[in-house]
């Protein structure tokens, strides 16, 4: 808790201290994103000012839940001449390579929690290529006499069976104060999640998406922001049927968060959730409402014009669902070997930081280390996950605005409760293309 606080000073010291400063060199990377779009104007009237122009681009990359792998604002833009409605349609065509040696995951995302403990001759070494992350999207934002400023977002990835099938990843509609639909969690931080090539990220990196209704507020004279959201709940546990079956979820989980902007790109976060999972003990024919809960702290900020720094760390019972290495696994309730037929919460804790460096607006580099663990009350069997070490170097370069090339070197380790343990080392690399 001591160092939880000294964190939380030196984030709001270095808060107050960037305050006023000249751009960037991340922030002139997203001038020159805003920069370059084409612009189909229609309606009645002469084309508007600049700075009206300027300012409704800007709300196309304007999202409190935005995070490093999300595609950029469309480069077509159909704009109303009274700047009252804008639609994109847009896209990203993301291929990524990767090649493991002393141990492979044996997919395209980079997670510990797959990394083998015992030698595996035949899997020691893997070469792969994915088209996953590649997206469509399409978006309008507008303002209503009777609706004030609203906002629909469609977006697909190229992520299902072999990284090739077209599913929805987020759905939503925005309406003033409001979001209504399949949107992140409000539990989720993705601005303070660092850059990385692999798709999966840091380990406990809480990205979930579900259908939610959220109100979020931003007081802009204090830069404070406050947001409280249902979602639908979804839940993984050890049922087998025999001693314990899983019931229908019928309460949503409760998410809520805090957060302080001192600078458009830098905050300081805390957000939290809580979580209602049902289940049966067949045993003694009785229901059970088991109750999860979560905190986590993330923050992301430039202690000097070339760095940003990223940091997040998260814990509680049975939070799991919400990202993280946990998720792979069902780690949202756990049977209770000397009791049968009973379930229990999983405690856990996660943390990432991650150091990112601009050599320049174009041309920056990254540094990621985490680490998830699993903290059970009672006896577990000894080939379960006890934690996991998560690391990342990379190198990123914008050749265009809308074109990113990128190579990356990865580590990990998974640890058992029975002392076997496996290292697992990737390199990668990543071609972009944004339209």
Not at 199 to 213: H, I, Q, R, Y
Not at 264 to 269: A, C, K
Not at 365 to 375: I, K
Request: hydrophobic share 35%; proline share 6%; glycine share 10%.
């Amino acid at each position: 808790m001591k160092l939880l606080k000294t964190f939380i000073a030196v984030v709001l010291s270095m808060a107050i201290f960037s305050q006023g400063r000249a751009e960037s060199p991340t922030e002139q990377q997203h001038s020159a994103l805003l920069d370059d779009h084409k612009l189909i104007f229609y309606g009645p009237g002469e084309n508007p000012q600049s700075d009206s122009i300027r300012n409704l681009i800007e709300n196309f990359y304007y999202d409190q839940f935005r995070s490093f792998q999300d595609p950029q604002a469309p480069y077509f833009l159909f704009m109303s001449r009274d700047t009252q409605l804008a639609m994109g349609i847009g896209g990203v065509v993301r291929m990524r390579g990767y090649f493991d040696w002393g141990g492979s995951t044996g997919i395209p995302a980079f997670s510990p929690y797959f990394i083998p403990t015992t030698r595996d001759e035949l899997n020691r070494q893997k070469l792969g290529t994915t088209p996953a992350g590649t997206a469509l999207f399409f978006r309008v934002i507008g303002r209503n006499k009777r609706l004030g400023e609203y906002q629909l977002y469609i977006e697909a990835n190229f992520n299902g069976y072999q990284s090739r099938d077209f599913h929805l990843k987020k759905a939503y509609a925005v309406i003033n104060d409001w979001t209504i639909g399949y949107a992140p969690s409000t539990f989720s931080d993705g601005a303070a999640v660092p850059p990385t090539i692999d798709s999966n990220g840091p380990t406990m990196k809480m990205d979930a998406t579900s259908v939610l209704v959220r109100y979020m507020h931003h007081f802009r004279k204090s830069g404070f922001y406050v947001a409280a959201s249902v979602e639908t709940p979804s839940m993984t546990i050890q049922a087998d049927g025999e001693q314990v079956a899983a019931r229908s979820e019928f309460l949503p989980n409760l998410a809520a968060m805090v957060q302080y902007e001192w600078r458009p790109g830098q905050h300081v976060r805390l957000s939290g959730i809580t979580r209602f999972m049902p289940y049966r003990d067949l045993v003694r024919g009785r229901n059970h409402q088991a109750v999860g809960w979560g905190l986590q702290f993330s923050t992301v900020f430039r202690p000097v014009d070339p760095l940003t720094v990223y940091a997040t760390v998260n814990g509680g019972r049975s939070y799991s669902n919400f990202g993280g290495d946990f998720l792979l696994g069902k780690y949202d309730l756990v049977e209770c070997m000397k009791c049968p037929g009973k379930l229990r919460t999983v405690p856990g804790w996660g943390y990432f930081v991650g150091l990112q460096y601009n050599f320049r607006p174009n041309l920056f580099t990254s540094a990621t280390f985490g680490q998830g663990r699993y903290l059970p009350c009672g006896e577990v069997p000894g080939s379960d996950y006890k934690y996991g070490l998560y690391g990342a170097l990379n190198l990123f370069w914008d050749a265009t605005p809308r074109i990113r090339f990128g190579g990356e070197f990865n580590f990990g380790k998974r640890q058992n409760f029975n002392g076997d343990h496996g290292w697992a080392r990737r390199v990668g690399a990543l071609a972009q293309f944004s339209f």
